[in-house]
Structure formats: C-alpha cells, structure tokens
C-alpha cells in the first residue's frame, strides 16, 4: 500500500477507539499484528532498552530510523513512531528526523514538547512551530496526511500546580492543533474527571497512556479518549516472562513457564 494511503487508514483508526500494544523490535510488531492489532506503534524505551542504552533521547537519530525501518519490514499494517523529542531542538531537527522516519515506512510520529526531566518543556510557541515543521516535512515527502501524535509531558513531569495542569494542556492543545497536529498525548494523567475534562475540551482526541493498576481500556475510553498506548509495558512484561522462565529453569529445571514459546516461534522463524 502506498504510504499516503497508510497514514489515511492510520487517520480513520481514531474515528473510534484505537488500542496499541507498542512495540520494540520487528518480532514483537509481527506478535502485535498477529495478536489483531490493526495498527503499530513503537516505544523509544523499549527501542533503547533493547540496544543497551537508556531511556530518554539516548539513541542517535539514526539508530531509531532503523530500528523502525526494520519494524517497517515485516508488517503491513500502518506504523507510528515514536521519535521522542525529534532528535533536536530547532524546527528544521524535527523535519529531518520526520523526513527519514517516513523514508524508513512510519505514516505517523509521536513529538514531545519535553527535552528532558531536568529542563523546562518547550514553550507552545516553540513546540507549536516545531510540529508545523513537521507537517511541512510530510508534505514534500509525499505523506501529507502523516498522523502527527503531539506529546506534552505535563502530567508526565508534574509540571505546576496540580490545579493548574489542565488549563496549561489545553493551551498546549489549541497551538498544537494549527501547527498542524492530529491528536494529543497526555502521559502520566489517568484520573478519569481530568481525562474527561480534557476531552469535552481538546480541539485534539486525547491519546492515554495505561499502565497496570490503572483505569481499563473500557474505562478510558469512556471519558472520550480516542487512543490508548502502554509505552514500554509491554516489552517490560516481556522481560518479566523472560525472567521467570529463567528463574524456574535455573531453580528446577522444567519448563512451565515455556509453554506458549511455541505459539509464537513461527513469527520468529519465518524472518
């Protein structure tokens, strides 16, 4: 399918609720695609974590283009990445990083307005012209409708008062949407009133982010949130098996906690 076309069906997902398991590498994408997802997303720390390096903008640029390029490969489904704070400050960053990521086959980005947990976000000026950059670059790529998912690490970095969070993204939300952004990510909020709040609010659908313990998907998605993404949860849980696989073998040496391995070999195997 043509590139364009991608990111549209990407685009139509969000009509109703769309569920993404995000994944690190090009196995756990086809496991995802697999398992029904009808879309994928990458998780930079699950990229990161997988190549030995830390969270947080520690990959190069082109260390994540190719990680996503091989995600790309191998699967059919329409591929947003995740390209954290756009691999630089500058407006003209953000426009390379987005022309290469669609060169590597993703028809949507995530864009943070955070640089990191020590430094102030990006003011909505500044993320503002940096997402306007990026659906300029989309557009001389051959991509103008790439799914642009803008980021703001609010909630995430606790930035201000508690009281006062949700009027600063809704801020954030009005810049964001006529620089040209298609949907709004709030990480770190799960309080089902300021979802809802928000929601009624956002001229963008709002796109949460689960975690263990929290709200369910059917919970979210009654405060009108459009998207849902668990970040690095899955490939931590991915970990997790790992790891009691090994404990048991090492422990016992039997191979109960192997039993689904064979379920998902074939999706291996086959690359």
């Known amino acids: 399918m043509e590139l364009n076309a991608k990111a ?25 695609v697999h398992a029904g997802a009808s879309a994928v997303a990458t998780t930079s720390a699950g990229i ?10 520690k990959l190069s640029r082109a260390e994540m283009v190719e990680a996503v390029r091989r995600i790309c490969a191998v ?7 995740d390209i954290e704070n756009g691999y630089g400050d500058d407006p003209d960053d953000v426009a390379g990083t987005v022309e290469q990521i669609i ?56 930035v201000g008062a508690v009281h006062d969070r949700n009027a600063d993204v809704l ?18 909020l799960l309080d ?21 313990g929290g709200p369910t998907v059917a919970q979210l998605a009654a405060t009108g949130v459009r998207r849902v993404s668990v970040g690095a949860q899955l490939h931590l849980s991915a970990y ?7 404990v048991e073998l090492l422990a016992t040496g039997t191979f109960h906690a192997f039993t689904d391995a064979s379920e ?3 999706l291996v195997m086959r690359f």
């Open 103 to 158: 060169d590597a086959g993703a028809v949507g980005v995530n864009l943070e307005d955070s640089r990191s947990p020590r430094e102030p976000l990006h003011t909505p000026g500044e993320q503002a012209a940096r997402i306007h950059s990026a659906r300029q670059a989309a557009v001389r790529a051959g991509v103008p409708d790439l799914f642009i998912n803008a980021r703001t690490d609010v909630y995430f970095f606790q």
């Open 48 to 57: 990161a974590w997988a190549q030995g390096r830390a969270d947080g903008h």
């Open 240 to 246: 997790a098996s790992a790891h009691r696989a090994a």
């Open 75 to 81: 699967v059919d489904v329409p591929v947003t990445a």
């Open 192 to 212: 089902p009133a300021r979802l809802r709040e928000l929601a009624g609010a956002s001229p963008l659908p709002l796109n949460a982010m689960a975690v263990p």
């Open 264 to 266: 998902v070999a074939p």
């Open 171 to 188: 801020a954030r939300a009005a810049a964001y949407a006529s620089a040209g952004a298609d949907c709004l990510f709030v990480p770190g």
């Open 8 to 32: 549209e069906l990407l685009r139509g997902l969000h009509q109703d609720l769309l569920i993404l398991p995000n994944a690190w590498d090009a196995a756990s994408a086809a496991a995802v």
